[in-house]
């Protein structure tokens, strides 16, 4: 089987880029952060499919961990990435060491007002500015590209949609629907630190989102707030979890729903054992959406 | 005499910068906010000395004015701009509507921390992000490029080179010399609002300046203060002034120097009557730069 190129320096990274567009090929590009699984593998099974040059970027991004311990235990494993990487169609791994990428700490940050600040920004202060400047710096390095990002951490993919257009970034966002196991729990690099009994409950917070929907879709609840008391109920019922919140929200700006109409957002996050599981449902409500200016997604 | 073309949508310009960069045309990018003059001149003859295709951007960014009042009084004349530009060498004037570039307000903003609050950002809280803001748009749209600014607005200068080393955009930045008429004040678009007895005094900045250059230089002054000192004397003795800042600092990142050795920067700022005057000079010091761990500049 073809290996894809392991790339370490920015600059081989542009030059790669650069002659591959030179050639006439399209560039996608997947930025993860490694500990690949099946929910990066679709991103990059699509961008290979809508592409013909696919660069998969690994780099553990200090700038988006509050906290020293997470970002120390985060899963990391190169070989492994490349070689799934490769099976699902990437032709280059950009994987570059920490001084690649912030020779010294960055003095430049970017910050997506708003949307930063909510769910999980009230959780991990500052997490949404590390991805915006690190987003915005990957993306200033790969140039013209489609980039794929999940649905899973939807509010992450509502920030890099908003800074790429406030900054006219010269790059197709492409959103890609969440991965679950059969038993409903998305994939997650985070899933592998939950003891077997967190992961034998774990799906209850999928569950929270379905009831949600149901809330939406077949009782045509138009309060907010009953939509996230169903959710919260779910969540409630499972002892082990501590729920961060669980919210009917606006697709665009993640802002909370004044009436359930159209096209929203389930958002839910809670805490199991030292484990924080985030997860995402699109609904659609039967009540036609009258009151909103603009919607951008969903 | 040849015109530049005049864009106006973002999609021109990147079309055009995009076909040229195809044909095997180097860009050259002068950011301004139109009101050209001598100083902005200089950038766009020497981005067409360098350069095979030179773009002017005349936009001025509502973001980096905190006074609505003053961003209402800037001065604007686009076909004197587009005539004095394509006289210098302009191939290309993208004068955007302010709808082309922020369509709604940006919920994204580029901040550079440390440089952005002193000094001109002490004076003017939130200007360099809106500063840095635009210029991180522009170069998005401009793509690969150099890009020419003035030393007129130093500390600009200073947050530009630091945006683009880091968020590795694809740019050079090209620091230009400051333009000054022969009494020796730097040539502004907020000159135009001087009268003539603000003007008949303005020079004494530059004299101010000059005074803190022979104090490095002919005086050997280690101490930071006693510069200062020197700058802030000729300053005060124009009762006309007011005086924001007069400093001698490190080139790189501006703070204020802990001893004058090696390159430094004199910085000063006054307000005369409803102008600000804002000015610099680079000064080498007969001391080597001893206590230093880096220097980018000077």
Same mark, same amino acid.
């Given at each position: 089987?073809?290996?894809?190129?392991?790339?370490? #320096? #920015?600059?081989?990274?542009?030059?790669?880029?650069?002659?591959?567009?030179?050639?006439?090929?399209?560039?996608?590009?997947?930025? +993860?952060?490694?500990?690949?699984?099946?929910?990066?593998?679709?991103?990059?099974?699509?961008?290979?499919?809508?592409?013909?040059?696919?660069?998969?970027?690994?780099?553990?991004?200090?700038?988006?961990?509050? =906290?020293?311990?997470?970002?120390?235990?985060?899963?990391? =494993?190169?070989?492994?990435? *490349?070689?799934?990487?490769?099976?699902?169609?990437?032709?280059?791994?950009?994987?570059?060491?920490? @001084?690649?990428?912030? &020779?010294?700490?960055?003095?430049?940050?970017?910050?997506?007002?708003?949307?930063?600040?909510?769910?999980?920004?009230?959780?991990?202060?500052?997490?949404?500015?590390?991805?915006?400047?690190?987003?915005?710096?990957? $993306?200033? %390095?790969?140039? #013209?590209? %489609?980039?794929?990002?999940? @649905?899973?951490?939807?509010?992450?993919?509502?920030?890099?949609?908003?800074?790429? +257009? =406030?900054?006219?970034?010269?790059?197709?966002?492409?959103?890609?629907?969440?991965?679950?196991?059969?038993?409903? $729990?998305?994939?997650?690099?985070?899933?592998?630190? $939950?003891?077997?009994?967190? #992961?034998?409950?774990? &799906?209850?917070?999928?569950?929270?989102?379905?009831?949600?929907?149901?809330? *939406?879709?077949? =009782?045509?609840? +138009?309060?907010?707030?009953? *939509?996230?008391?169903?959710?919260?109920?779910?969540?409630?019922? @499972?002892?082990?979890?501590? +729920?961060?919140?669980?919210?009917?929200?606006?697709?665009?700006?993640?802002?909370?729903?004044?009436? *359930?109409?159209?096209?929203?957002? $389930?958002?839910?996050?809670?805490?199991?054992?030292?484990?924080?599981?985030?997860?995402?449902?699109?609904?659609?409500?039967?009540?036609?959406?009258?009151?909103?200016?603009?919607?951008?997604?969903?």
């Amino acid at each position: 089987m073809l290996s894809a190129t392991v790339l370490t #320096r #920015r600059d081989e990274l542009v030059a790669a880029l650069d002659a591959a567009r030179e050639r006439g090929a399209r560039v996608g590009l997947v930025p +993860t952060m490694g500990a690949l699984h099946g929910g990066h593998l679709s991103l990059v099974r699509r961008a290979a499919a809508e592409n013909t040059t696919v660069a998969v970027t690994v780099y553990v991004n200090p700038l988006q961990f509050g =906290d020293p311990g997470d970002l120390e235990r985060y899963p990391r =494993d190169l070989d492994r990435d *490349v070689e799934m990487a490769s099976a699902a169609g990437a032709d280059l791994v950009f994987a570059p060491e920490a @001084e690649q990428m912030w &020779p010294e700490p960055p003095a430049t940050s970017v910050h997506v007002t708003g949307l930063s600040e909510r769910w999980e920004g009230e959780v991990r202060p500052g997490h949404f500015d590390g991805v915006a400047t690190i987003v915005t710096k990957l $993306l200033g %390095l790969a140039g #013209r590209c %489609l980039a794929y990002f999940g @649905e899973k951490d939807f509010q992450q993919l509502a920030v890099v949609r908003r800074l790429v +257009t =406030d900054l006219s970034l010269p790059v197709g966002i492409v959103g890609c629907p969440v991965v679950r196991y059969p038993d409903g $729990l998305a994939l997650s690099s985070r899933n592998a630190h $939950l003891s077997a009994e967190e #992961r034998a409950v774990a &799906p209850r917070l999928y569950a929270a989102l379905l009831a949600g929907r149901r809330a *939406v879709e077949d =009782d045509a609840v +138009t309060d907010p707030g009953e *939509v996230d008391g169903a959710m919260a109920a779910v969540l409630a019922s @499972e002892p082990r979890f501590s +729920t961060d919140y669980a919210a009917v929200v606006r697709p665009d700006d993640l802002s909370p729903a004044a009436v *359930v109409a159209g096209q929203v957002r $389930l958002l839910a996050a809670v805490r199991l054992g030292d484990v924080r599981l985030v997860d995402n449902l699109p609904a659609t409500s039967p009540h036609p959406e009258a009151a909103r200016s603009r919607s951008e997604d969903g």
